[in-house]
């Protein structure tokens, strides 16, 4: 298949025929999916936070209710570490090399 066949079938199928252009949509597509990963470590934040806070204050067992809710707080804590731990190394790779 040539060039010219190539870039009719991708202009057919709605991809740029630029290199630049579809570079430049990668990149685009790879930083909205690290902010939708953002936002979710941040809801998930919130939402343990939350239910922590209702089981505190709506369960009469107070010290059974403050571990369970030590307990998911760390669940939390541990899942946003880890997510930050596997972003930096995702930045890692793909940043060139210093020097």
Known sequence: MNTAERQDREAR?????NPRLRG???ILERR???RRRRHLARVD???G???ALILI???PGLAITGLIALIVLVGCLAAFVIERRR???AR???APPDG
């Open 13 to 17: 199928n709605g991809a740029p025929s």
């Open 24 to 26: 430049r949509e990668q």
């Open 32 to 34: 909205r999916v690290a």
């Open 45 to 47: 934040v919130g939402l």
């Open 49 to 51: 936070l939350l239910g």
């Open 57 to 59: 204050l709506a369960a």
């Open 87 to 89: 972003s930096a190394r």
């Open 92 to 94: 890692e790779r793909v």
